[in-house]
């Protein structure tokens, strides 16, 4: 199971290790696999959080979110996207912009720099919205009940989680925007450029994030017709029924995860400027570690482990809230990604082992 799951890891890896020593000798073997940890450490709580998606999906949208979306996932978030940020931010065209990140790396890392406001206010709200959403929602069970019971409360309260993401962006945009350092720019216009990037990336979650609920809901309503219809069918003596209408939700929920996946490597390719500003050593390196988080997050899902430690999606959640605010204030302070990573795995790992504690008090109390 486990070499089935993680073959296509592996082969990335060791293909990706390889054209690192062909393109700049072993030094560069050494930065892609420093770049690889570093993906997967910032990235294991988007695991656990795509697991319990892509438990919706079938074994044929899950072949799609490893093999099309890891595509998506390295040549789009970890090669072009930081391309496109310097071709937005110095208003260069797309082949201008590869020419300077291939010829004048230092040039190139201090024009993504300068856009790094931008981004870290998209990611971040767009990570908080699913983080609020998550704490908001009454769930019969709780991790920290203490926290969680009197948020539930709250949830009941009519769009009360975007009110608060807009509360954070106007901080923010005010506070950490203002005083954000930009060449040739004003406090003014940063202030504008954080606030019109984190309504972007509020508005780009309630769309993808409605529009999956929407076809999600449409296939549970059509799943239960069609049980429906098969009970019918089978007092009858007949063997049809409907078909499902699995591929516009799993279209949506996957295009929800690519969203997912892109906010969350807002982290690691700001990160991978502090090892590394060539972005051939980049996408190799935080492509191997994309291709790994994938492929937990399959074993995830085909393990049962979320259903087994109950408490690790409240975990990763809690990483989520922690690391959309970690990006606002990287906005104007500079954040190590070790604290980053740190804090995601400490969540986690809390969460794993209150999940024990519980399986072993329930298998006592049996």
Not at 147 to 153: N, S
Request: net charge negative; charged share 15%; proline share 1%.
């Amino acid at each position: 199971m486990l070499w089935k799951t993680f073959r296509w890891a592996f082969a990335v890896t060791a293909l990706g290790l390889a054209v690192g020593v062909l393109y700049d000798g072993w030094t560069a073997l050494g930065i892609v696999a420093i770049l690889s940890v570093l993906e997967i450490s910032l990235s294991f709580d988007n695991a656990v959080i795509n697991a319990g998606i892509l438990k919706k999906m079938n074994a044929f949208w899950q072949k799609i979110f490893l093999t099309i979306g890891i595509v998506i996932a390295v040549f789009g978030m970890r090669l072009v996207f930081p391309v496109v940020i310097v071709a937005i931010s110095a208003r260069l065209n797309p082949w201008s912009a590869v020419h300077l990140a291939l010829t004048d790396k230092d040039r190139y890392q201090e024009l993504v720099t300068d856009a790094h406001p931008s981004i870290a206010a998209f990611g971040g709200m767009f990570l908080l919205m699913i983080f609020l959403d998550f704490v908001f929602e009454d769930r019969e069970i709780k991790w920290l009940g203490w926290l969680e019971r009197p948020l539930a409360r709250l949830g009941s309260v009519d769009m009360l989680s975007v009110c608060i993401a807009l509360i954070v962006l106007l901080v923010s945009a005010t506070t950490f925007g203002a005083h954000a350092h930009q060449h040739g720019g004003t406090h003014a216009d940063k202030a504008e450029t954080v606030l019109l990037a984190g309504v972007a990336g509020l508005i780009t979650y309630m769309v993808v994030g409605g529009l999956s609920g929407f076809f999600e809901q449409k296939l549970e309503d059509e799943e239960e017709r069609e049980q429906e219809a098969e009970e019918e069918a089978r007092r009858a003596g007949r063997r049809d029924a409907p078909v499902k209408l699995a591929g516009k939700a799993a279209f949506f929920m996957f295009l929800y995860l690519e969203v997912l996946d892109a906010s969350f490597s807002f982290d690691g390719v700001i990160g991978a400027f502090a090892i590394t500003n060539d972005i051939v050593l980049m996408a190799l390196g935080l492509g191997i570690g994309a291709m790994y988080v994938r492929s937990l997050t399959v074993y995830l899902v085909r393990q049962g482990t979320l259903d087994d430690y109950v408490y690790l999606e409240h975990g990763a959640h809690y990483a989520i809230g922690a690391l959309s605010l970690i990006l606002l204030v990287t906005i104007q302070y500079q954040i190590n990604e070790v604290v980053t990573g740190l804090v995601g795995v400490v969540l986690i790992g809390a969460s794993f082992w209150s999940s024990v504690r519980r399986n072993r008090a329930l298998r006592t109390a049996a």
